[in-house]
């Protein structure tokens, strides 16, 4: 799972998955999560975090899904950027 979540934040599956503590059961909030939803949210750990988390992009359909498990609406493009603080280029 990366190899450098730190210790008690990850939940082994089996020999070969591990899982963050709090997305096995609902409703799903990620142990390394702060913030409040729908607020202000930070992942704890995201140096650390692991390698599904960097495939995970503001915006993507799974994102949308997540949000609206929230009852939050996409996110656009222009909003990410904004949330990020990412500059114009
Ligand atoms: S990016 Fe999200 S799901 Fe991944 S470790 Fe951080 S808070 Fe948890």
């Given at each position: 799972?990366g190899?450098?979540?730190?210790?008690?934040?990850?939940?082994?599956?089996?020999?070969?998955?591990?899982?963050m503590?709090?997305?096995?059961?609902?409703?799903?909030?990620?142990?390394?999560?702060?913030?409040?939803?729908?607020?202000?949210?930070?992942?704890?750990?995201?140096?650390?975090?692991?390698?599904?988390?960097?495939?995970?992009?503001?915006?993507?359909?799974?994102?949308?899904?997540a949000?609206?498990?929230h009852?939050?609406?996409p996110?656009?493009?222009?909003?990410a950027r904004?949330?990020?603080?990412?500059p114009?280029?």
């Amino acid at each position: 799972m990366g190899g450098h979540v730190p210790a008690g934040l990850a939940v082994e599956v089996n020999a070969s998955t591990c899982r963050m503590r709090g997305t096995d059961h609902v409703p799903i909030r990620c142990a390394a999560l702060t913030g409040k939803i729908g607020q202000s949210v930070a992942c704890g750990i995201y140096e650390w975090r692991p390698s599904p988390c960097h495939e995970f992009e503001e915006g993507c359909h799974a994102c949308h899904q997540a949000r609206s498990r929230h009852g939050l609406p996409p996110l656009d493009a222009m909003t990410a950027r904004e949330i990020l603080r990412i500059p114009d280029i």
